[in-house]
Nanobody
Framework: QVQLVESGGGLVQAGASLRLSCAAS????????MGWFRQAPGKEREFVAG????????YYTDSVKGRCTIFRDITKNTVYLRMNALKPEDTAVYYC???????????????????WGQGTQVTVSS
């Protein structure tokens, strides 16, 4: 079993930056891909960014391109999401997820991911 634990969320003003972390533990951790998703109140969970674990190839949703960077530290089994120039519309609970299968590559669908963290709240005030 794989456990994912997010941290780094908080309350910030618009324009600020945050770095979210997701530490993985459990038996041998070697996912195909890791993803960051977010869910705002009353909205569906949406894909933010993802990367392939071994190579580190990345993919971003259009709304965060140029403002967010996803990266990982394989030695620490940790994936990060650096977010700059935060906007009030970025307010959401942010989740990391692990995808075991290579099918559909870095999928934007939550259903493609096998393991999830508990989430970390990001609130951006205007």
């Amino acid at each position: 079993q794989v456990q994912l634990v997010e941290s780094g969320g908080g309350l910030v003003q618009a324009g600020a930056s945050l770095r979210l972390s997701c530490a993985a533990s459990g038996r041998t951790f070697s996912p195909y891909a890791m993803g960051w998703f977010r869910q705002a109140p009353g909205k569906e969970r949406e894909f933010v960014a993802g990367l392939t674990w071994n190579i580190g190839r990345t993919y971003y949703t259009d709304s965060v391109k140029g403002r967010c960077t996803i990266f990982r530290d394989i030695t620490k089994n940790t994936v990060y999401l650096r977010m700059n120039a935060l906007k009030p519309e970025d307010t959401a609970v942010y989740y990391c997820a692990a995808k075991s299968s290579a099918y559909n590559d870095i999928s934007t669908s939550p259903a493609a991911y096998d393991y999830w963290g508990q989430g970390t709240q990001v609130t951006v005030s205007s």
